[in-house]
């Protein structure tokens, strides 16, 4: 019997989806290299450039010599200063040996699943979630169970729901406020009523990903571990990426108490090591310099958000809500699923409705079934006020050429 190549991987790489946002993505670019004027509305990164004060710390921190390895944890400089932000911005009180510095936001998050999951524990997953969830926590062994809301939910889910999703296998809860993909912001009192769930299960512990924690249009941005006897249940994950406009830089941390801080930290050393030292020296700088640039960027999204969602609400049998944080919008699409259109279009699911507009419209979203939203797509504003203003344009005009 032939041996294909994939015989030869684990299964463990065979069983795993590849991720929906890379994939558009990498579409969109194959479309464009054949000549075609692609828009790309699918991944979730700043168009904005690293502001220049952070980019000089970094050449400062070379110049000064941190070019050798770092301590798996973290540079002490960034620690501390990760130390002063989480009391500054989140009342949340941490010591430095309960803060792991990583290689990204989502290295945070695999280390805490490895960390904590045995084959058939279960992970309460608030839905919509960030695509990368659920991978992690099956590469881990664990058992996603997804608590789902929809859009007439504003995508949150409630403390009942959450409940009764919880048994004695689940190891923790994870979610993301401000939301990818839906731009959801859970308020104190909402995240309040969670916490009244989770303290009612001793095993029970949080993780609560706030990597768009300073992208968020509401008068204050609320974490779970600040309230009552929450801060020992809760996994607080945060990074530079979204807030600093610093995705190349690979650079984010967590928040733990201390046991699942050093587990995490045990792991990263056998995988990663610590997180480059020039980018760990400007992120403690960049944590404690003006913030004016990030409120910038956020003043700047927020003027987009009023765009797109005014242009989609002109889209016939698009339902648009009207998101908090985050640079996503994330339509409810399904009145177009399951019907025969002209051109003997029929859209199956929100799959067949993404391709088909990267294909005839030439603008890259991502469909809602990889977040856990059939039915939906996700589109990113982080592009300017014209790049938006065209996709939608094209958008719309491909779908009336089909009723």
């Known amino acids: 019997m032939a041996t294909t190549t994939e015989n030869k991987l684990s299964s463990r790489v065979n069983n795993m989806a590849e991720s929906a946002t890379l994939l558009m993505s990498k579409l969109a670019r194959e479309l464009r290299g054949e000549g075609h004027d692609v828009i790309s509305l699918s991944l979730g990164e700043p168009d904005f450039d690293t502001p220049d004060h952070i980019k000089a710390f970094a050449k400062k921190a070379l110049d000064e010599g941190y070019t050798k390895y770092t301590p798996v944890p973290g540079l002490p400089e960034l620690s501390e200063a990760i130390v002063t932000k989480f009391k500054r911005d989140n009342n949340l009180d941490y ?98 009523e969670i916490s009244k769930v989770i303290l009612e299960f001793p095993q029970l512990l949080v993780v609560s990903d706030e990597i768009y924690e300073f992208i968020n249009f509401t008068e204050a941005h609320a974490s779970i571990g600040a309230l009552p006897g929450m801060k020992e249940r809760t996994i607080t994950v945060n990074g530079f990426a979204k807030g600093f406009a610093m995705t190349g830089w690979r650079l984010g941390y967590m928040g733990a108490p201390v046991w699942v801080a050093k587990a995490c930290a045990k792991i990263q050393g056998q995988v990663t090591s610590g997180a480059n030292a020039f980018s760990q020296k400007a992120g403690a700088d960049a944590l404690l310099a003006d913030l004016a640039p990030t409120h910038q960027m956020k003043e700047a999204f927020a003027k ?10 002109e889209i016939p049998g698009f339902k648009v809500n009207f998101p908090k944080g985050a640079f996503y919008i994330f339509p ?15 859209f199956k699911n929100d799959v067949e409705f993404a391709l088909h507009i990267l294909r005839q419209a030439h603008v890259a979203v991502v469909a809602g079934s990889a977040f856990g939203a059939p039915g939906c797509i996700r589109i990113s504003y982080a592009a300017s006020e014209e790049t938006l203003t065209e996709a939608v344009r094209r958008i719309k005009a491909y779908l009336a050429s089909l009723v």
């Open 332 to 346: 409810d699409i399904s009145h177009f699923i399951g019907k025969d259109l002209n051109n003997g279009v029929h």
């Open 95 to 192: 010591s430095m040996d309960e803060i792991v510095v990583s290689n990204g936001a989502k290295q945070s998050i695999f280390n805490i699943c490895m960390a904590l999951l045995d084959p058939g524990d279960e992970v309460a997953v608030l839905t919509p979630f960030w695509v990368s969830y659920s991978a992690i926590i099956k590469l881990a062994g664990g058992i996603p169970v997804y608590v789902s809301a929809g859009i007439e939910d504003d995508f949150k889910v409630d403390a009942a729901q959450l409940k009764a999703a919880i048994n004695e296998k689940t190891k923790f809860v994870i979610f993301s406020s401000p939301c990818n993909p839906t731009g959801s912001v859970y308020t104190k009192e909402e995240l309040s």
């Open 304 to 313: 987009r958000r009023e765009l797109l969602i005014g242009l989609l609400n």
